[in-house]
């Protein structure tokens, strides 16, 4: 299956899963909102483009934002870790795009300790950023921290379930 088709369908599915299961369930809903959509920006092919990573970003946000009714929120969201995405990679790997090919970001790849560090920073700065976008408007410092915290945690538990059903097939590096 080539890549595109293949990272659609990842597309779909997630997307199904967060709008209509995530949400919906009722005890995470009042505090904790799991978010879970973002995993499609951080498991793209190690090889895509900026330009690629920012369009892409901005769209999956906008479907999550059309779907919530929210003005702009992940979009914002998603655009940041799009943007740091390529930095953080090369913090942690310092190699060349062009040594990865079409190889995706995984425990298989990148190793299994930075492939959680990958993981753990991008996920906090997405709902750091989302968080504080909400906070905005309401809420106080206290009620940001712990948001944040359980709506990470709660998220990356949820990635990591998804590792093990999304089995990449890589080599290892």
Not at 7 to 20: H, K, P
Not at 34 to 56: A, E, H, Q, S
Request: proline fraction near 5%.
């Amino acid at each position: 299956m080539s890549v595109v088709v293949k990272n659609i369908i990842r597309i779909l599915i997630i997307l199904f899963f967060q709008v209509f299961i995530v949400t919906r369930i009722p005890p995470l809903h009042q505090f904790i909102v799991p978010y879970f959509y973002f995993v499609l920006i951080l498991w793209l092919p190690f090889k895509t483009t900026r330009i690629n990573l920012l369009v892409l970003g901005f769209l999956i946000g906008m479907a999550v934002d059309w779907f919530f009714k929210t003005p702009g929120l992940h979009a914002a969201a998603s655009l940041l870790i799009a943007y740091l995405r390529p930095f953080v990679i090369n913090l942690l790997l310092p190699k060349e795009a062009t040594e990865w090919g079409t190889e995706e970001p995984n425990n298989k790849t990148m190793g299994s300790v930075p492939y959680t560090v990958y993981i753990i920073i991008l996920t906090v700065l997405h709902h750091a950023y989302l968080i504080f976008l909400e906070w905005l408007q309401f809420g106080s410092f206290f009620y940001f921290i712990a948001k944040l915290f359980a709506t990470a945690l709660v998220s990356l538990l949820l990635i990591l379930i998804a590792d093990l059903f999304f089995n990449k097939k890589s080599t290892v590096r």
